[in-house]
C-alpha cells in the first residue's frame, strides 16, 4: 500500500524555496552566486517590535497556549488598522490570526472548498493558490494576463471563466510575481464583474499593501465595492512591510460564519499562532509606521536600478510594475539561442538552469508562476548586489548565440 496520500500527490514543494535552496547549497560549496529568488526583505525587524516580543517573554504573558483566533489585544489592533488604512469595519469576532498569511489563506479554502468546486486565479500567481486548492480536491481556474497590460486580468476575461461551480476569485495586489498593483479604478472593474455573480467569493490578499511607489494609492476591493463585503475575505500579515517573515504572523477579516469555520480548522491543526509574536505584531501595528517609507524609498530605486538595467539586456523586456519587491521580466527574445558553453535555450526553465550555471544568478523560472516564458527577480537584496547581479544578466544575455 502507498504510504502518500493522493491529495499530496496533487502537489508539488514549493519551487521559489527550491530556488532559494538550491542557491544557498551553491554558497556553501564556495561558489561566487547571487540569490535574487527569496520573497523576504533584507531589511531587520525594527527594534521596536522585537522589544515588544522581550516583554512579553520576560513577563510571562507568551508562555501560555493563546485563544486560538489570537490574543483580543491583536485583534483589537487589526480592527483599528483595517479601519485606519482601509476604511473597513471588522468587529473581533471577524478576525482571525494564523501562523502566516499561508495558513490563513490555508484555513480559507479548506474550511470552504469540496470536490468540484472552481477557484479563479489570475496568472502569474503566487505559487501556493493553485496548490492549496489542488490539495483541498478543487480545479483551480487560471486566466492568464499580458505583459501588455501590466499583468491584470480583463473584466472580460474574468467574467468568461465564471461558472456556476465558482466559489472564490483570489485576487492578488500588489502581485507576485510581477509587482503589479490595481489602480482603484482597476479594482472597481473587477469588483463590478463578481457583483454580477452572487454566488463567487473575493479572497483578496493584501500582504504587499504598504509596498507600492510613486505615490500609489493602495485600494482594497471591499472598500472599493462595499457591496462586496459580505462575501470578502481580506487577507494580510505582517511578514512583508513590517520584516517580519521569520515571525509567522498573518491575519484575515471576513464574515463572522467564514472566521468561525476557519477557527475550527486551526484548532485542529496549530491551534494558535506563536504567543510572541503576537505581542510583537501589536507593536508592529500600533507603533511607529515611519520605516515604512524609509524602506519604500530604497525599494524603488532598486526597482527603478534594475527595471533599467533589465530592458538593457539583450532579449529581455520588463515593465515597471508598481509594488512589491519583484520585477517579471519576459525572456522570449533570449529563447533559440545558444549559450557560450553551447547550450540552447528552449524554455525559461533553462534560462534560469544556464543563468545560474553560467554567472551564478539564482531567479526563479516563470512557468513556475504559471505565465512564461519570463522569469522573477526579487530586487529586496542590497543594492550594490543588486546591480552587479543585473551586470551579470547584461552579460549573460550579451554572450548569447
Ligand atoms: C502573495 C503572497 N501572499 C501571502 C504570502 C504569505 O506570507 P506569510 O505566510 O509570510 O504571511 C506571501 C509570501 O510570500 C505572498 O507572496
New binding site residues.
Given amino acids: 500500500m502507498d504510504l502518500l496520500a493522493e491529495s499530496l500527490k496533487r502537489i508539488k514543494p514549493s519551487p521559489t524555496i527550491a530556488v532559494t535552496d538550491m542557491a544557498r547549497a551553491l554558497k556553501a560549496a564556495g561558489r561566487d552566486v547571487i540569490g535574487l529568488g527569496v520573497?523576504e526583505p533584507d531589511f531587520d525587524t525594527p527594534d521596536n517590535i522585537k522589544q515588544a516580543a522581550i516583554r512579553a517573554i520576560e513577563s510571562g504573558k507568551a508562555s501560555k497556549y493563546t485563544a486560538v483566533d489570537g490574543i483580543p489585544e491583536l485583534k483589537a489592533a487589526i480592527a483599528r488598522k483595517f479601519k485606519r488604512e482601509n476604511g473597513l469595519d471588522y468587529k473581533p469576532n471577524q478576525i482571525i490570526v494564523g501562523t502566516?498569511?499561508?495558513q490563513v489563506?490555508f484555513n480559507a479554502l479548506m474550511a470552504t472548498l469540496d470536490p468540484g468546486d472552481e477557484v479563479i486565479i489570475p496568472a502569474p500567481y503566487?505559487v501556493s493558490y493553485p496548490d492549496i486548492v489542488l490539495l483541498a480536491g478543487a480545479t483551480p481556474v487560471i486566466v492568464q494576463t499580458r505583459l501588455e497590460d501590466g499583468f491584470k486580468i480583463k473584466p472580460e476575461a474574468l467574467d468568461k471563466a465564471i461558472t456556476r461551480k465558482t466559489k472564490w476569485l483570489i485576487f492578488?495586489s500588489p502581485s507576485?510575481p510581477t509587482g503589479a498593483a490595481y489602480t482603484r479604478a482597476e479594482v472597481k472593474a473587477v469588483t463590478d464583474v463578481l457583483m454580477k455573480h452572487s454566488h463567487v467569493w473575493l479572497l483578496s490578499?493584501d500582504?504587499y499593501e504598504h509596498l507600492v511607489y510613486d505615490d500609489f494609492a493602495f485600494h482594497s476591493p471591499a472598500q472599493v465595492e462595499p457591496g462586496l463585503y459580505e462575501r470578502t475575505l481580506t487577507l494580510n500579515?505582517v511578514?512583508k512591510a513590517y520584516c517580519m517573515?521569520g515571525w509567522r504572523i498573518?491575519y484575515a477579516g471576513a464574515p463572522e460564519h467564514l472566521i468561525k469555520a476557519m477557527a475550527t480548522l486551526q484548532s485542529q491543526s496549530t491551534t494558535n499562532a506563536n504567543a510572541a509574536a503576537q505581542w510583537a505584531s501589536v507593536e508592529a501595528l500600533d507603533g511607529p509606521q515611519d520605516f515604512i517609507p524609509k524602506h519604500n524609498k530604497i525599494f524603488k530605486e532598486r526597482r527603478d536600478l534594475c527595471v533599467s538595467m533589465i530592458n538593457q539586456a539583450n532579449g529581455l523586456k520588463c515593465p515597471k510594475p508598481e509594488g512589491a519587491f519583484y520585477i517579471y521580466p519576459s525572456c522570449a527574445g533570449a529563447l533559440g539561442r545558444t549559450t557560450p558553453s553551447g547550450k540552447k535555450l528552449a524554455s525559461d526553465q533553462d534560462f534560469v538552469t544556464e543563468l545560474l550555471a553560467e554567472v551564478g544568478v539564482a531567479v526563479v523560472q516563470g512557468t513556475a508562476f504559471g505565465l512564461g516564458p519570463a522569469f522573477r527577480i526579487s530586487y529586496a537584496v542590497a543594492t550594490p548586489v543588486l546591480e552587479e547581479a543585473c551586470r551579470r544578466i547584461q552579460r549573460f544575455c550579451g554572450n548569447l548565440k
Fill in positions: 520573497g502566516g498569511g499561508k489563506l503566487w492578488n507576485n490578499d500582504i500579515g511578514s517573515t498573518g
